[in-house]
């Protein structure tokens, strides 16, 4: 007796799915909010949040796609056209990678900047001058715009 495919995602997929969004945004807002601030003890709140938004949203990408390799899930959708079925796949882990390397990088930025205890540890040091001048901070830097193109491509395939 064979299973058939479920019509719809599994409701812990759809809710980690749009936790995602909303950890993404939030995320990216805040850091855009905070990249032209000067480097001082007013940036330290917006700082922590960032950084724990990050956190959390590594825990819950790694949940999500353990959870999309467990649970069943419903036959992809056809466009009717190889590619764009193959460039749909392809978005779909992109955005996994990307996430997971944009939490990884801010991890590493926090770690060569020493934020850790500077935001968390209330060392009373000071932030670093320039971001820029971390390795980690060019690559978060490039991820950045290439996630969003590639949600504003998941969307419209969406919509």
């Known amino acids: 007796m064979l299973k058939n495919s479920p019509t719809r995602y ?32 007013a940036k330290l709140t917006p700082l922590a949040v960032h950084m724990g938004i ?14 999309r390799m467990k649970l069943p899930k ?19 882990y992109a955005l996994y990678v990307l996430v997971f390397l944009m939490t990884i990088s801010g991890i590493s930025l926090s770690m ?26 060019m690559l978060h830097g490039f991820i950045a715009p290439t996630l969003v193109l590639l949600v504003l491509l998941h969307v419209g395939a969406a919509l």
């Open 74 to 92: 419903p036959a992809h959708a056809s466009t009717g056209n190889a590619f764009l079925d193959w460039l749909g796949t392809f978005v779909h």
């Open 112 to 137: 060569q900047a020493g934020l850790p205890s500077i935001v968390f540890g209330g060392s009373g040091a000071s932030l670093p001058a320039d971001f820029y001048d971390f390795t980690a901070r």
């Open 10 to 41: 599994h409701p812990l997929q759809v809710t980690l799915h749009w936790l995602i969004v909303v950890l993404v945004f939030a995320a990216f807002v805040i850091g855009k909010s905070m990249s032209g601030q000067p480097n001082d003890t």
């Open 54 to 67: 990050g956190i959390l949203t590594l825990i819950v990408i790694v949940v999500r796609f353990i959870a």
